[in-house]
């Protein structure tokens, strides 16, 4: 069992940044692969981002790569999502989840826990 609390949403400005975290906690957490997902209003949850357990793995969605950037410290038990450049459009709660299998899997359906998610809004 992994439990997975986000932190570090808020409003910013387009073209702004944000760094959000992903505190982890529960048996062998370091082992698993953790992404990135969002939802928007009225949208279905996407995945954004994912990074293997040893950390030199990532996954980009392409609406994100070159402005986000996934990152993990398993000493300190928590992932990271450096974003960068926003746009309106990245406005949506952002989950972070964690699966026990490979980090190129990107569906929803492929992530075993997820967190309670956390508000990012991007005023233009």
């Known amino acids: 069992q992994v439990q997975l609390v986000e932190s570090g949403g808020g409003l910013v400005q387009a073209g702004g940044s944000l760094r959000l975290s992903c505190a982890a906690s529960?048996?062998?957490?370091?082992?698993?692969?953790m992404g990135w997902f969002r939802q928007a209003p009225g949208q279905e949850r996407e995945f954004v981002a994912a990074?293997?357990?040893?950390?030199?793995?990532?996954y980009y969605a392409d609406s994100v790569k070159g402005r986000f950037t996934i990152s993990r410290d398993n000493a300190k038990n928590t992932v990271y999502l450096q974003m960068a450049r926003l746009k309106s459009e990245d406005t949506a709660v952002y989950y972070c989840?964690?699966?026990?299998?490979?980090?190129?899997?990107?569906?929803?359906?492929?992530?075993?826990?997820w967190g309670q998610g956390t508000q990012v809004t991007v005023s233009s």
């Open positions: 989840a964690a699966r026990s299998g490979p980090v190129s899997v990107t569906s929803t359906q492929g992530y075993h826990y």
């Open positions: 529960g048996r062998a957490y370091s082992s698993y692969a």
């Open positions: 990074v293997a357990w040893t950390g030199s793995v990532t």
